[in-house]
Antibody
Framework: HLQLQESGPGLVKPSETLSLTCTVSGGSMTTSSYYWGWIRQPPGGGLEWIGN???????YYNSSLRNRVTMSIDTSMNQFSLKLSSVSAADTAVYYC????????????WGQGTLVTVSS | DFVMTQSPLSLSVTLGQPASISCRSS???????????LNWFQQRPGQSPRPLIYKVSKRDSGVPDRFSGSGSATDFTLKISRVEAEDVGVYYC???????????FGQGTRLEI
């Protein structure tokens, strides 16, 4: 059974860069059948797609965040990462990593999420 | 801009009664391959989203058959035939038809008993 686990600082200062890593276990990342994604959820709010990356580092980002988002992948470590620059309080959210199944376009497995607070 | 609109935003249902949630898209979700990539998720309090339905009407593994999805093009519905206490949470539709490059979630519908 696939498991995803987010990790990274829970507190980031305004204007700095948020960095998170998702570690995948119980399955291979080196398959063309999936992309790997980040989704966030502000406190009390809804889900917002951030972006996806595949095993050869092909990426797609939400246009509203594109100028600030960078995703990377390290299949040897079974990890993929998110960097979000120039953060503000509006970036405070629970950040989820998830696997996107290409044939259904369904996020079929999710991490438990990690809360990142932007505050000085 | 492309928009996914759910209604109602909040729903109160009696145990054992049916529930219905609507999701409407501002553009058709029929992809060039003939598939419609409209999915539904359940998020129980304090938990990660859980996939329920993919491609409009197909239940994900382990999802009870009281959950069903229907619809076409721009109008979609998630139905719960008999609501149980464990169904409390927020339900989201999500479209994958426009990916790449983008994925859009509905704003969510809160279900309470």
């Amino acid at each position: 059974h696939l498991q995803l686990q987010e990790s990274g600082p829970g507190l980031v200062k305004p204007s700095e860069t948020l960095s998170l890593t998702c570690t995948v276990s119980g399955g291979s990342m080196t398959t063309s059948s999936y992309y790997w994604g980040w989704i966030r959820q502000p406190p009390g709010g809804g889900l917002e797609w951030i972006g996806n990356i595949n095993y050869i580092a092909s990426t797609y980002y939400n246009s509203s965040l594109r100028n600030r988002v960078t995703m990377s992948i390290d299949t040897s470590m079974n990890q993929f990462s998110l960097k979000l620059s120039s953060v503000s309080a509006a970036d405070t959210a629970v950040y989820y990593c998830a696997r996107l199944q290409l044939w259904s376009r369904l996020f079929d497995d999710w991490g438990q999420g990690t809360l990142v607070t932007v505050s000085s | 801009d492309f928009v996914m609109t759910q209604s109602p935003l909040s729903l109160s249902v009696t145990l054992g009664q049916p529930a219905s949630i609507s999701c409407r898209s501002s553009q058709s979700l029929v992809y060039s391959d003939g598939n419609t990539y409209l999915n539904w998720f359940q998020q129980r309090p304090g938990q990660s989203p859980r996939p329920l339905i993919y491609k409009v009407s197909k239940r994900d593994s382990g999802v009870p058959d009281r959950f069903s999805g229907s619809g076409s093009a721009t109008d979609f519905t998630l139905k719960i035939s008999r609501v149980e206490a464990e169904d409390v949470g927020v339900y989201y539709c999500m479209e994958g038809t426009h990916w790449p490059p983008s994925i859009t979630f509905g704003q969510g519908t809160r279900l309470e008993i």
